[in-house]
């Protein structure tokens, strides 16, 4: 797989708003300032261009994100869509818990999710109180119950969210 241009946004910040456009050197030759006379160059500018802190923190995740980095997070992931799955059949909860490696969804849907049409109706006052009441006991997520498992993210931080699931 060779792409012509590939975009990355928010993982390569390390959590500051950044994200990056990377590509081949005759694509990318065209924004390079030290060309603004060619006739092909293109200005671009943008809020975060040149950001230090997001740009430093963005190279230590880069640097930090290897493949064993990739794979543990990938396997807390399902740990915890495991987890989730199991709280809420202990508890007579239908619902569905999707993972693809880190990423978890916690659709309050009791029907199979196949379609955005289908996981928008899982946005519901359920899901609403339950991340609230997530937040309370110290568990930052989002109100959609996406679930972001990320480097620092422990088998002990994976066990007790899915405790406070359970409760």
């Known amino acids: ?16 708003p950044i994200g990056a456009l990377c590509g ?8 390079d300032r030290r060309n603004r006379d060619h006739e092909d160059f293109l200005y671009h500018s943008g809020s975060f261009n ?3 802190v997001a740009m430093a923190a963005g190279l230590e995740s880069l640097r930090l994100l290897d493949k064993h980095a990739i ?4 396997n807390l992931g399902s740990t915890l869509a495991s987890l989730l799955r199991d709280a809420a059949d202990d508890e007579g ?11 978890v969804y916690v659709h309050f849907n009791p029907e199979p ?6 996981a928008s109706s899982s946005f519901t006052e359920l899901g609403e109180l339950v991340y609230l ?20 993210t422990t088998e002990k931080d994976v066990r007790d969210l899915a405790g406070a699931y359970h409760n």
């Open 1 to 16: 797989f060779d792409p012509d241009i590939t975009c990355v946004g928010k993982l390569i910040g390390g959590g500051y």
């Open 24 to 31: 081949r050197k005759k694509l990318f030759s065209m924004f």
């Open 50 to 52: 040149g950001q230090g």
């Open 71 to 74: 794979d543990r997070i990938s």
């Open 93 to 103: 909860i239908k619902l569905q818990v999707h993972n693809i490696g880190p990423l």
């Open 113 to 118: 999710i196949y379609n955005a049409t289908q």
């Open 133 to 152: 009441d997530l937040l309370l006991n110290g568990f930052l997520t989002s109100p959609r119950q996406m679930l972001f498992v990320s480097t620092p």
